[in-house]
Each structure stands twice: as C-alpha cells, then as structure tokens.
C-alpha cells in the first residue's frame, strides 16, 4: 500500500531516486495506492551520477508501477507481489520525464493507457 507519507522508491532515469508520496488520485472509497495509480510526490533524494532532470524539493506527478502488496489476478486467479514498491515520474501533461526504466511493470497498466510506459518497460508481469 502507498498512502500519504509513504517514501517509495523511482524505477526510471530522471534523476530521482527516492519520492514522498502527498497526495493520492484515487477511486472514491479506496485509502491507498495501487498499481496504476497517480500520486502527487516530492522529490527527496537524487541518484548522484547521469543526467538528472529533476530537482531535490520539485513536486511531480508520479505513476505507480509497481508494489509490494499483493495483487489478484481474476481471470488466472493467484496473487503476486513485488519486493518493492517503485513509481515512475510524469510530467504535467502525464509523459514520462525519463527515457529508460529499470526493472519490470505490472501489466494493471496497459488498463490505464499509459502506452509510452509500457514500450518503455523491459518486462511486464
């Protein structure tokens, strides 16, 4: 579960290693984050080499990729889960601000549309 002050780890290039989640968009009725969610975050630390195209203090959009709860699969019906849970910084118009994502993605994101993700990806689970 990601909720509000949860610090999450990024899976892409833009310079960011670990988010403090602020805000959650969600679905009326659901505390918490899951795959394929929004969040409002704040960049707390950076990676210290490659191009860094954020800022320490900047506030973004981010996508959730991956996390650590477990989640249910209906039409298989088993669960899975991550180790970690991780998310990819967006900018305001929902692109993402990396070129490259390391690791793999839940496959809850093809629902969303959020197709440059996905290409983006190595592996989706």
């Known amino acids: 579960m ?12 833009s310079g960011a290693r670990r988010v403090r989640c602020i805000k959650v968009y969600k679905k009326p009725g659901r505390g918490s984050a899951c795959v394929g969610d929004l969040l409002k975050v704040i960049i707390l630390r950076l990676r210290n080499r490659g191009r860094i195209r954020v800022k320490r203090g900047e506030i973004h959009l981010a996508l959730v990729t991956r996390i650590a709860t477990p989640i249910f699969r209906s039409k298989k019906g ?48």
């Not at 990601?2 to 999450?8: D, M, R």
């Not at 993605?105 to 996905?118: L, M, S, V």
């Open 78 to 125: 088993y669960f899975f889960k991550f180790d970690t849970s991780a998310v990819v910084i967006l900018t305001k118009k929902k692109t993402p601000i990396g070129t490259l994502l390391f690791g793999p993605c839940a496959r809850e994101i093809r629902k969303k549309q959020f197709t440059k993700i996905i290409t983006m990806s190595g592996k989706l689970v």
């Open 2 to 13: 990601i909720l509000t002050s949860s610090v999450v780890l990024t899976m892409d290039n």
